[in-house]
């Protein structure tokens, strides 16, 4: 476990799955530029859970190209797969409070159950605990399970909170969102909290390290402005503190699509071999 520091912080937290790309460094200069306004501290954190797909060589080509851009951060830089107990512990406070349950069903079961299920505007899955004995039965019989969190037990638990929860957006989400913003989990579904082969997930390991970290401003793409609604629930359950949210707009390339890791040319590497300098790149993207 690490301390949890005084002060606003903002952060940028990317996978090492890939190379940075030109949008990494838009999202992590729009973190800088947000510590600078707030008084606060630069934290940058290596999201890498998903073993199968993050790399050691990533990671140190993000630290090298993050340094390239003339960016400045705390150290130690925390590592997700280091801290495997702390969101164990987190799931072990909602599991002792029956907040989250075993599923047993597969990723193709899921999608036939959210097939099947009247749902609104976006196919969530929603799903129960099994019968004791027949998870009994599954468990003796070394069936693989995700830990979920239910939705049901979560509005219980929280009573009038649970659709009260806000939150404050900063930046702006996809459809313009921006000031105050009311979660709503129920969106979400009941999200896989541990997945079966590796013991926790993005949203629990990102609300866990935000509240350890002492980030005051979650800076980060508006493709993840949809995630705050099952992370500001996460926070009201764990009883941890609600960051002010800056979510921004992506960047598109040429063709207007956002950029992705499979786009070479728009590594920060190939842009820097190209001769291009750091300040240059700050000064395309809009920060001097
Ligand atoms: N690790 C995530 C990513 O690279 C970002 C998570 C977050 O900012 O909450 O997309």
Known sequence: MTETRAGPASRFAPSPTGRLHRGHAFSALTAVATTREIGGRFVLRIEDIDTERCRPAFEAAILEDLAWLGLEW??????????LDDYAAALERLRARG??????????????????APHGRVAAYVGAPLPADEEARRLAAGGPFAWRLSLAAARAALGAAFDALHFTEIGRGPEGQTGPQRA????????ILARKDLGVAYHLAVVVDDALQGISHVVRGEDLFEAVHVQRLLQALLGLPTPIYRHHRLLLGPDGKRFAKRDKAQTLADIRASGVSAEALRAELGFS
């Open 74 to 83: 705390e150290t130690p830089v925390r590592r997700q797969s280091e801290h």
């Open 184 to 191: 709503r989990p129920e969106l979400a579904g009941d999200v």
């Open 99 to 116: 907040l989250v349950y075993r599923c047993f069903k597969t990723r193709r079961e899921v999608l036939d159950d959210i097939a099947r």
